[in-house]
């Protein structure tokens, strides 16, 4: 049985099966576990958060913060996004909200800014922050960790097996699109997966500040 429950303030469920996997695949000892929950386990939510922060950190926080005092768990957030150096490291935290038409019209509207562009240069970005039930904004009473991951912009969108910018985006070391590569290799190399990797560094010191201080 897990030590506490964690959840993961997040209504996608492209990004929770990503977390879902990283926490199954972690065997803490005793006192070092924690159960991955998804908003949809929930009757009630807290609804659309806004996103108000200058930081990938600044937004994930904001959104481990609400869930925590909202469920009254540990909470999970992610913030994340795509920087190419040819736009000047646009969107960036915006990448979410680049364009509208969900993830095909953001591709669209990445693709029709890179045209005519040689430098194809870019990298995902995420920042996880994890928070408590007595989290304060304001202070810096939250755990967090960040990873990033190099590649380049395709000239087209290709592969089905993604979400977000992961059709356009070909990791350093591979000729294949996040979108092609699939579950198996994104789980290892993703921006995500590097952040996740310090949340598993991080874990044991979660469960015993909750246990010790929210419990």
Request: net charge neutral; glycine share 12%.
């Amino acid at each position: 049985m897990s030590d506490i429950k964690i959840v993961l303030a997040s209504g996608n469920r492209h990004k929770y099966r990503e977390f879902a996997d990283f926490f199954a695949s972690l065997n803490g000892a005793p006192g070092e576990r924690a159960e991955l929950l998804s908003v949809a386990d929930f009757a009630q939510t807290p609804g659309d958060i806004e996103e108000s922060g200058s930081s990938y950190e600044e937004n994930a926080a904001i959104k481990a913060r609400i869930c925590a005092g909202f469920f009254g768990l540990p909470a999970i957030a992610d913030d994340s996004g795509l920087e190419a150096r040819a736009l000047d490291w646009k969107p960036g935290i915006y990448s979410a909200r680049a364009a509208a038409g969900g993830d095909s019209g953001r591709i669209a509207w990445l693709l029709g800014e890179m045209e005519g562009k040689n430098d194809r240069r870019a990298c995902f970005k995420a920042s996880l922050a994890i928070a408590f039930p007595n989290s304060r904004e304001g202070t810096r009473d939250y755990f967090s960790s960040e990873g990033v991951c190099w590649g380049n912009i395709s000239n087209r969108p290709s592969g089905e097996d993604g979400f977000g910018y992961d059709p356009v985006f070909v990791p350093d070391g591979y000729q294949k699109t996040f979108a092609e590569l699939g579950r198996a290799v994104k789980s290892k190399i993703s921006h995500r997966a590097i952040a996740m990797r310090g949340v598993a560094l991080l874990l044991p010191h979660v469960v015993k500040y909750f246990l010790a201080y929210c419990g």
